[in-house]
């Protein structure tokens, strides 16, 4: 079997860490692995698995000629400084930043979702990842969707602050204990305390109202999944540490009811169902870190709309929603297009 050389950008970052130890756990067939961040951070250490240590090399001095692929989890200007000369150099990248989403000759991929979309990345030698939003909301409704056909989606998202870093999950912990001893509370990474509070404000507002972040949502969903679906998101930023929650609801064009539901997923990929809420089986985020599936429970009947439903949908936001999207990506072109 062919192995392939694969560099990790943004090797000392939460998500880059993540995509090390999947690609370590899941056996990835890797001749060599490179670590990869700026400047400040080479000659770093990072865990490749449970044994081995890397040394982070310099991005900016890294020559990309015989490395087949690239996974990229650094931001998008640093996407978009390295690409060029990655791609030239015959590597195929695949990014976890918002860099390439909307890019029409870039395909914008879930495997659970949109596997065939993989096809794309010659014309580039880019694939990009979703926002980790969009990836667990995406894999929990595209079966219902190939079934009944989805109208509307309504998401209110409950994110967690590793989702925008490590300085925010130091800045809960740091703000949770200040309150316990009484110091005073310090604001950097968020605009609003969010120890033991929400911020209804992720990414940039628009002229209309909304977030980046919401507007992502909207987009994303019409490239993956499906244009005639019309969207409408708020994101919230809560006080847990890892793991995105979603409330969906969502009203179809064909009637379809909860148990039909619930058969669907959990016949699906990368879904577990977790649905007997009066037993206490439902999904929260503490129970679903470190977990590859997406958790979907409380599905329940709308009654407010012909065919709706509403449910709870729950994912580790740096495995599923950024590390391990981008690694099944990589095993897949791996399998099926590099071989």
Excluded at 27 to 39: K, Q, R
Excluded at 93 to 122: C, G, H, W
Aim: with cysteine; aromatic share 6%.
């Amino acid at each position: 079997m062919r192995t392939y050389k694969i560099a990790v950008v943004g090797a000392t970052g939460a998500v880059g860490a993540e995509v090390l130890k999947i690609l370590a756990e899941r056996n990835f067939p890797a001749s060599e692995v490179v670590a990869l961040a700026s400047a400040n951070s080479a000659g770093k250490e990072v865990s490749y698995g449970d044994e081995k240590v890397l040394k982070v090399q310099d991005l900016g001095r890294y020559e990309f000629n015989g490395t087949d692929i690239c996974i990229s989890a650094a931001g998008a200007k640093v996407s978009a400084g390295f690409a060029p000369r990655a791609t030239e150099a015959g590597c195929v990248i695949i990014d976890k930043t918002s860099q390439f989403r909307m890019d029409p000759d870039i395909p914008l991929v879930i495997p659970e979702v949109n596997r065939a979309a993989i096809a794309d990345y010659k014309k580039k030698n880019i694939i990009s990842c979703p926002n980790c939003t969009t990836i667990q909301m995406l894999v929990a409704l595209k079966p219902l969707h190939d079934i009944a056909r989805i109208k509307r989606i309504v998401v209110a998202s409950y994110q967690a602050v590793s989702g925008a870093g490590k300085e925010a999950m130091d800045e809960l912990f740091s703000q949770t204990r200040a309150i316990f001893v009484n110091d005073e509370i310090t604001k950097e990474v968020f605009d609003k305390q969010i120890a033991f509070n929400m911020i209804p404000h992720i990414d940039d507002f628009l002229e209309d109202g909304s977030t980046k972040e919401e507007q992502k949502m909207a987009e994303e969903t019409h490239k993956i999944m499906d244009p005639n679906v019309s969207v409408t998101a708020t994101c919230v930023r809560v006080p847990t540490f890892i793991c995105h929650s979603e409330a969906v609801n969502v009203e179809f064009e064909n009637p379809i009811t909860p148990a039909e539901a619930r058969k669907a997923l959990a016949k699906a990929p990368g879904i577990s169902v977790i649905d007997r809420p009066a037993e206490g089986s439902f999904a929260t985020p503490v129970e679903c870190v470190g977990e590859d599936d997406v958790f979907v429970s409380r599905i329940r009947k709308d009654p407010t709309v012909k065919n709706g439903l509403n449910m709870w949908i729950v994912g580790d936001n740096l495995r599923k929603g950024a590390a391990l999207n981008s690694v099944q990506i990589a095993e897949i072109l791996a399998k099926e297009y590099l071989a």
